[in-house]
């Protein structure tokens, strides 16, 4: 049995019904956001944001970042058999979310 609950069908659609600026990728075990900001610095000062937060939750984003753009992805690694969405992810797509 996994570490962590992976997310069903239902909770799923829940999760991207309660974050509509959030996509399915991997083929559904993970969540993608693309975030613009004006600047280089915004968006750094933006990604400093999440870490704190992401440490706070134990739960960290893979991330790409390039000038003013950031791409987010969360996935819980040790969901299913080889990572899938959880509650984790989530709390951490709300969390990110709250800070814009």
Same mark, same amino acid.
């Given at each position: 049995? %996994? /570490? &962590?609950?992976?997310?069903d069908? $239902? ?8 974050? %509509? ?7 559904? $075990?993970?969540? $993608? ?9 915004? /968006?750094?000062g ?10 706070? =939750?134990? =739960? =960290?984003?893979?991330?790409?970042? &390039? ?5 987010? $992805?969360? +996935? +819980? =690694?040790?969901a *299913?058999?080889? *990572? *899938? ?16």
């Amino acid at each position: 049995m %996994p /570490a &962590v609950p992976e997310l069903d069908d $239902t909770d799923r659609a829940r999760l991207l019904s309660d974050n %509509p600026d959030w996509a399915l990728a991997r083929e559904g $075990t993970a969540i $993608t956001r693309t975030f613009q900001f004006s600047d280089f610095s915004e /968006a750094w000062g933006f990604m400093s944001r999440v870490a704190l937060i992401a440490d706070s =939750h134990d =739960h =960290h984003p893979e991330w790409f970042n &390039v000038y003013a753009k950031v791409e987010i $992805t969360l +996935t +819980t =690694h040790d969901a *299913g058999l080889s *990572g *899938g969405l959880s509650l984790r992810d989530a709390k951490m797509a709300r969390a990110i979310d709250g800070l814009l």
